[in-house]
Structure formats: structure tokens, C-alpha cells
């Protein structure tokens, strides 16, 4: 148990480029969820998976952005043709036992230019 | 639906004295509810939980909260600050349909003073 690994930590993209990011969760967890937070704010929801099936889309998910979980292992974040407005740390969490709590991995803070 | 509100965006308190970090939530059904700390450039780790078991929660590096449903609060306790507990501090409620996503408080800042 390594626990949650996100890569990039950094990334610094200009406006209009699309970017990926990267989640491995804890090997054993079914749960996967994505979060965004901007500066001085809380953590927000994005998006759920259970396996390899997306359950929930938050509507801070606009169409620019797109989340995958392939055979139920890692996931991907994509959001295309970045605006300033992306700009956020964004945040990947998984679990098994939902009263448990979430495991967070330390999260790929993106800038856009 | 569920939300959480964190009484206060900063706290100072100086090295050994309690600390205090005040919560409160608001929903529809009994609520599960967890503190998490953040301290800089790390990601968000847990303290602590409850899940409608014990009121009086215990949690990790001395820390504990109580449930008190009449007040709707969770407030969050230390007996004697460290230097090692500055961070962020988020009050979370969990939404209990099938995706248990979590509400964030706006967090609180802890500053402890040597």
C-alpha cells in the first residue's frame, strides 16, 4: 500500500492546450472520485467511479473535461482547451469502505498561462 | 441536502494551550462526518470520524470532536497545541446515497504561536 499517487504535481500550460493528469488509487479500492480546489476554498466534487464505470458528473464538469478509469485502475483527467479559470490543484481520492474515509493522494496543481 | 459551515477562516492559539476549530452541518439524514488536515503542498489527510457510532470521536496526533445533533456542531479539539498542527482544517459531510461524495467547509487556518 503506497497509497494514492498523482503525476504531475506541477503543470503549467498555456491557454488552449489540453492537459492530462493521472491517478493511481490504492490497489484494493473500488472508489475513485476527483475533486478541484481553487485557493482559499474547499475541496469540490467532480466526479465518482465505482470500478470502471462513472456514476456521478458534477456540472463543474463542463464538456471541456473528461474522466476515464479504464478496467477499474488508475484514472485520467483530461480538460481541453484550458482556460485561466481551470487554474486549481486538483485532487484524486479512493476508498473501499466508504465510512472509512477517503485516502487523497497529494494532488497536480495546474496553472494556466 | 447536505452543507457544512466553518465558524472561523483563521485561528491563532500559542504552543500548549487547547485548540478549537468550530463546525457545523446541516442535513437531511444522520450524517456521516469527518475532519481532514492539509498541510502545505500535501494532500488532505484524515483526523478523524463519525459514523453514528461513539459521539465523542478520537482521531489521530491527539485530536477528537463530538457529535452533538441538538446543536447540529462538530467541533473539532486539542488539549495542548504544537508547532507540527499548523494547517488547514476542512469539516466534511458526507452525502450518504450511493456515491458518498464529500462537502468541504471552507477550511480553517491554524496558527500556532511559539
Known amino acids: 500500500d503506497t497509497g494514492v499517487s498523482q503525476n504531475p504535481r506541477h503543470k503549467i500550460t498555456k491557454r488552449g492546450q489540453n492537459v492530462t493528469f493521472r491517478c493511481d488509487p490504492i490497489s484494493e479500492h473500488n472508489r475513485l472520485y476527483w475533486y478541484r480546489q481553487t485557493l482559499g476554498q474547499g475541496p469540490e466534487f467532480l466526479t465518482y467511479f465505482q470500478n470502471e464505470a462513472q456514476l456521478e458528473k458534477s456540472r463543474l464538469l463542463s464538456d471541456r473535461f473528461s474522466a476515464e478509469r479504464p478496467k477499474g485502475s488508475f484514472s485520467t483527467l483530461e480538460i481541453q482547451r484550458t482556460e485561466q479559470g481551470d487554474s486549481a490543484m486538483y485532487l484524486c481520492?479512493?476508498?473501499?469502505?466508504?465510512?472509512?474515509?477517503?485516502?487523497f493522494g497529494s494532488g497536480t496543481r495546474l496553472t494556466v498561462v | 441536502a447536505q452543507s457544512v459551515t466553518q465558524l472561523d477562516s483563521h485561528v491563532s492559539v500559542s504552543e500548549g494551550t487547547p485548540v478549537l476549530l468550530r463546525c457545523n452541518y446541516s442535513s437531511s439524514y444522520s450524517p456521516s462526518l469527518f475532519w481532514y488536515v492539509q498541510h502545505p503542498n500535501k494532500g488532505l489527510q484524515l483526523l478523524l470520524k463519525?459514523?453514528?457510532?461513539?459521539?465523542l470521536v478520537k482521531g489521530i496526533n491527539g485530536f477528537e470532536a463530538e457529535f452533538k445533533k441538538s446543536e447540529t456542531s462538530f467541533h473539532l479539539t486539542k488539549p495542548s497545541a504544537h508547532m507540527s498542527d499548523a494547517a488547514e482544517y476542512f469539516c466534511v459531510v458526507s452525502d450518504r446515497s450511493g456515491t458518498y461524495k464529500y462537502i468541504f467547509g471552507t477550511g480553517t487556518r491554524l496558527k500556532v504561536l511559539a
Open positions: 463519525y459514523t453514528s457510532a461513539a459521539t
Open positions: 481520492a479512493s476508498t473501499q469502505l466508504v465510512l472509512e474515509g477517503y485516502t
